[in-house]
């Protein structure tokens, strides 16, 4: 029998028959943007950034950025609540806090 094939994202405990299927879930499933857990759902433009809820608990100082490409704009977030929007505005970058 051939040995399972390992996901190769760090973090994730995936295994798999074939290098295809490993390779599907790598492009195609969401994985935790901290520590790379996946729950198996797909990965979407929306939660592409998104820490699973273990990282979001288990410190306070987890910070990462949500970046919005099409609307030219970036989200800071820490401890899994928005603590600064950030847009582009005539050129310049401007901060509105929450």
């Known amino acids: 029998m051939d040995k399972p094939i390992k996901c190769r994202i760090p973090g994730c405990s995936a295994h798999f028959r074939d290098k ?5 879930h790598t492009a195609n499933t969401w994985h ?3 520590c790379g857990m996946s729950d198996g759902r797909e990965l979407t433009y929306e939660n592409l950034n998104q820490v ?3 990282c979001v608990t288990a410190t306070s100082n987890i910070e990462y950025y949500r970046v919005d490409f099409k609307r030219k704009c970036y989200v800071a977030i820490k401890a899994g ?6 847009k582009k505005e005539q050129g310049k970058w401007v901060h509105h806090g929450c």
């Open 20 to 24: 295809l299927q490993a390779t599907m």
């Open 32 to 34: 935790c943007g901290m």
């Open 81 to 86: 609540k928005v603590q600064d929007f950030v």
């Open 52 to 54: 699973c809820s273990l």
